[in-house]
T-cell receptor, first 115, second 112 residues
Framework: GAVVSQHPSRVICKSGTSVKIECRSL??????MFWYRQFPKQSLMLMAT?????????EQGVEKDKFLINHASLTLSTLTVTSAHPEDSSFYIC???????????FGPGTRLTVL | GQQLNQSPQSMFIQEGEDVSMNCTSS?????WLWYKQEPGEGPVLLIA?????ELTSNGRLTAQFGITRKDSFLNISASIPSDVGIYFC????????????FGTGTRLKVLA
């Protein structure tokens, strides 16, 4: 079946640094990808929609300058957490929409810990 | 705004028992999705429902799309230890077909 990968699977960084997370669709093209955030013991919350070749759209309350999204190809979207702080520590999950199959697939997630 | 509330929040059951959980919304959904998430992993789709009243099975799992379109139910028959995880319902927002809202989750623990 279709697979979505994320890299890295976990990352620890110091406060103030920036971290880039990659989301790849491995066997299909995805014009649209989504980024979710999940805090411990909570549900997934949609952060933004990543559109290939155009600007991402952000959900209310999500700072676009802090969470930079780039969707430069049909198989790759990146989320950069800029100037990370401890409160940004979370599980970040991407999903990719397979337009042909009309299905959305989720990645395995990236656990970010900011010290 | 739209919210999806799941019940129960968590449950411990004995291996071999049947499990029922539900998901309710204050607004209508046209699609209901049920996902399972294991620790440290992304959610995996279990069942998708597209029509009010629809009853769909996937192995030991059965899900139903409520007639009112404001709720959905997931049943697991003869539970086994690997059923452990968090079960989420989800549905597309009104404003965007593929932007999903996730429910609050039901955490299932199976006692062998």
């Amino acid at each position: 079946g279709a697979v979505v990968s994320q890299h890295p699977s976990r990352v620890i960084c110091k406060s103030g640094t920036s971290v880039k997370i990659e989301c790849r669709s491995l066997d299909f093209q995805a014009t649209t990808m989504f980024w979710y955030r999940q805090f411990p013991k909570q549900s997934l919350m949609l952060m933004a929609t990543s559109n290939e070749g155009s600007k991402a759209t952000y959900e209310q309350g999500v700072e676009k300058d802090k969470f930079l999204i780039n969707h430069a190809s049909l198989t790759l979207s990146t989320l950069t957490v800029t100037s990370a702080h401890p409160e940004d520590s979370s599980f970040y999950i991407c999903s990719a929409r397979d337009q042909i199959a009309d299905t959305q697939y989720f990645g395995p997630g990236t656990r970010l810990t900011v010290l | 705004g739209q919210q999806l509330n799941q019940s129960p929040q968590s449950m411990f059951i004995q291996e071999g028992e049947d499990v029922s959980m539900n998901c309710t919304s204050s607004s209508i959904f046209n699609t209901w999705l049920w996902y399972k998430q294991e620790p440290g992993e992304g959610p995996v789709l279990l069942i998708a429902l597209y029509k009010a009243g629809e009853l769909t099975s996937n192995g030991r799992l059965t899900a139903q799309f409520g007639i009112t379109r404001k709720d959905s139910f997931l049943n697991i028959s003869a539970s086994i230890p690997s059923d452990v995880g968090i079960y989420f319902c989800a549905g597309p927002r009104l404003t965007g077909t593929y932007k999903y809202i996730f429910g609050t989750g039901t955490r299932l623990k199976v006692l062998a």
